[in-house]
């Protein structure tokens, strides 16, 4: 069991939140994480890397010299990839990275990414985050009053807020995704997480549901 102390925007601890990590995922497993984020970053991969092979660089297809008699090994066309203008040997072409892992499994990565960040003590809760307006000074305040300015930060609300997107995304290093979203990669890669208690109240829902079905 974990009890993580709540903030409030000023960095005032106004309650405790327990939580047991194996809640959400009652072992972690490394493997899986680690394949989990390999996808990740490779569906981000563009795969438009082109060179030409010796089929597309200009040049004759007329043998360089003759065959026999003059002393040197045989040639054949000057685009051949051993020749300076050649075409390369093993040309790349674009291809697509992509890939999916089962839903199963990808959701259970989650589960287990967020479950090893709590048991690691490497998420900050918030009672409440909310803005009238876009306030980006006002966020980069929040974040020093929790000690948490000056890192790479995700921050995870329950829903889409138009208003802390706009007061987050300028801000370096600092992210904002709905809880509905979050995946292994968003969870593992920042230094912190910040989490309002209702974002994590709405991911334990959803674990219990998705472990009971």
């Not at 106004?14 to 569906?43: C, F, T």
């Not at 297809?61 to 040997?89: C, E, L």
């Not at 990808?106 to 306030?135: C, H, Y």
């Amino acid at each position: 069991m974990v009890s993580l102390p709540v903030y409030d925007r000023t960095g005032t601890e106004v309650g405790k939140y327990d939580i047991d990590p194996a809640e959400l995922a009652p072992r972690i497993s490394k493997q899986l994480l680690h394949e989990a984020v390999i996808m990740y970053q490779s569906n981000h991969r563009l795969g438009t890397v082109k060179t030409k092979g010796r089929s597309e660089v200009a040049g004759s297809t007329k043998k360089m010299y003759r065959q026999k008699g003059t002393g040197n090994a045989r040639a054949g066309s000057r685009r051949s990839g051993v020749r300076r203008g050649g075409g390369h040997i093993f040309a790349l072409t674009p291809r697509d990275w992509s890939y999916r892992m089962p839903r199963k499994a990808i959701q259970a990565a989650t589960r287990m990414a967020l479950a090893s960040r709590l048991a690691d003590n490497e998420v900050t809760l918030i009672n409440e985050l909310s803005f009238g307006a876009p306030k980006t000074k006002e966020m980069a305040a929040v974040l020093a009053a929790l000690k948490i300015g000056g890192q790479s930060v995700l921050v995870t609300v329950a829903g889409y807020d138009l208003n802390v997107y706009k007061s987050i995304r300028n801000l370096a290093g600092v992210s904002v995704v709905p809880v509905a979203e979050l995946n292994a990669l968003h969870v593992l890669q920042p230094r912190r997480l910040l989490m309002t208690t209702a974002a994590l109240d709405a991911f334990r829902q959803k674990a219990a549901a998705k472990q009971a079905s």
